[in-house]
Every structure is written in C-alpha cells, then in structure tokens.
C-alpha cells in the first residue's frame, strides 16, 4: 500500500509540472483564442537562456532575472510583431504562425547559446525526503516537491492577480467578449501584450524546473505535447482545469507503470478501449461551434449537443 500511495504522490506532483507547461496555452487562449503551438519552444528558450547566461559568467540570479527579461520582451514582442499583423484573420492562420513561430525559435535559440545538452543546477537536490523515508518507507523526491510547491505558488498568484487587479479584471473582460471590452475602453492590444509577456515568464519557470529535472536539451520542446491531454481534461480557458488536468494526467500516466506491470496485455486492451473513447470525448469538446472546452468544463456536452 505505501508503494501505492509512494507512485500516486510522484504522479501528482508531476501532474503539477504538466499544468504549469499548460498554464501557458491557458492565459494565451483565454485573452486572445490563439492557440500557442509554440509554448514548448518557449519553455526550451527560458531553459537555454538561463544556462546560457550561466556560462557566460553570470550567477543563478543573474541569469534569472536576464532570462525573465528575455522572455518578456520575446512575448510582447511576438504580439507586436506576428499576431498583431493578424487581427481578424481566421484562427487557422494564426495557429499556423505560431507554428512559424516554434521553428524560428528552434533554430534561433540553439544558435544564440549552443545546442549540447547541459545540466542546470539550482540547488535542489533530487533526493528521497529522510523524514517520510524514515517515518512512512516511501521515496518522495525533494525536487519534486519543491518544484510543485513552486508551480502552485506561481498558479495561485496568476489566480489572484486575475482576480483581484485591474489588469486581471480588463483581461477577464476581453476574454468574455472582445468587441465588449473594446467599446467600454479596454485596450485590446495592450492587454495581449501583457498576456504574452506573462506566459514568456510562465515559460521561464517551467523551463528551469523541467530543464533542472531532465537536462537543458532540444527534448524540452515536447514537454507541450504533455500539456496537450491537460488542455483537454481541464478546458482551454480554465486555470482551475489546468490544475486538475494536470493532477489526473500525472497520477494516470504514473500509476500504470506500476499496478499494471505484470499484466500488460490487459492494460494495452484498457488502454485501447480508452483511446476509443478518449478519441470521441475529444471531437465533442473540442470541435464544437463554441471552441474547445475541455472534458471538465461546466456545460460542455450541452454546448456540444449533437455533434
């Protein structure tokens, strides 16, 4: 039962690090409904920055805080200078310019600051807890607690700053109607630019935390693909979904490894039953007239009745 409960707890935590990578298609689909293919490069860029700077000579907060400015002037400058050109064109075109905009930062980044495969050390060792070891005979990562503990922190402060700050209350309003929030004054491109700016930081901690977890390499990249079934669980506009999104794919992608090990033939029927399925949850929420929901959003099979 420990060891149960020892794999549910990895899994959870690491569900927490895939909804901080989604977290990031979250705040740019909510405030513009562009879905941000390039959110994995971006965490690679973050990563590659720190480290970079690192070995030019800068200390850990240093590059931090230069890499911080990176990313944010790399996110208001994309709104500037890509999808601003691109008011009210369909959302396919925008989706195939962030596309353009991953490979440009594939190539851009690897050329500013190298491509080998390096380490980043922050100073959290990846060590069972003695405490629960001792106490509970279960191996809880240090890292990996700490790095949930950094992941909720930086949710919880997005949640409050949405909620309770001017900024927050404009960039809810433009997510519910554009035109709206126009009318009455909101400056849609402004508000864009900060939500650009605010995910090129939601970028920056994920990549040190993925990046001080599994190395600073070009793999980084497809941490987004992982934030894909988040998006789906939890809905494309919900930062509470994300969360949750992120606890049930973490804690289902662990506990198979392991309760199932001796009976792989049934877990593979399970698994393709489930993708059947899975399969047609997700057309209904995610190609209905009204946009992608998620699976947990309020209302979605009504929304989608039909499809």
Not at 199 to 204: I, P
Not at 229 to 258: N, Q, W, Y
């Amino acid at each position: 039962m420990n060891f149960f409960f020892e794999v549910l707890i990895g899994g959870l935590l690491s569900g927490v690090m895939y909804a901080l990578v989604a977290l990031g298609f979250v705040l740019i689909y909510k405030a513009s409904g562009v879905f941000n293919f390039a959110q994995g490069a971006m965490v690679y860029l973050a990563a590659l920055s720190v480290v970079g700077v690192m070995e030019w000579g800068a200390p850990l907060w240093l590059a931090v805080i230069l890499a911080f400015v990176i990313m944010t002037l790399f996110g208001i400058a994309t709104e500037k200078f890509v999808l601003r050109k691109l008011v009210n064109q369909p959302p396919i075109a925008l989706f195939m310019a962030t596309i353009g905009l991953a490979f440009f930062i594939e190539g851009l980044a690897p050329m500013v600051f190298g491509s080998a495969p390096r380490a980043l050390e922050l100073g959290i060792v990846d060590e069972p807890i003695p405490w629960i070891l001792d106490n509970w005979n279960m191996v809880i990562s240090r890292f990996d607690l700490v790095a949930a503990g950094v992941a909720s922190v930086l949710v919880a402060s997005l949640a409050l700053f949405f909620q309770y700050t001017r900024v927050g209350r404009a960039l809810r309003a433009v997510a519910d109607d554009h035109q709206a929030a126009l009318s009455i004054g909101i400056p849609l491109q402004n508000i864009w630019a900060i939500v650009w700016g605010v995910a090129g930081f939601v970028a920056l901690v994920a990549g040190m935390m993925w990046g001080a977890r599994n190395g600073v390499q070009f793999a980084l990249t497809f941490t987004a693909l992982k934030a894909l079934p988040v998006l789906i669980l939890g809905g494309f506009t919900s930062v509470p979904g994300a969360i949750v999104g992120g606890l049930i794919i973490g804690a289902s992608e662990k506990l198979p490894r392991s309760t199932f090990r001796r009976s792989c033939r049934t877990f593979l029927a399970a698994t393709s039953a489930a993708s059947r399925a899975g399969s047609r949850m997700f057309w209904r929420c995610c190609s209905c007239s009204s946009g992608p929901r998620g699976c947990l959003a309020k209302n979605t099979l009504i929304a989608c009745k039909g499809r």
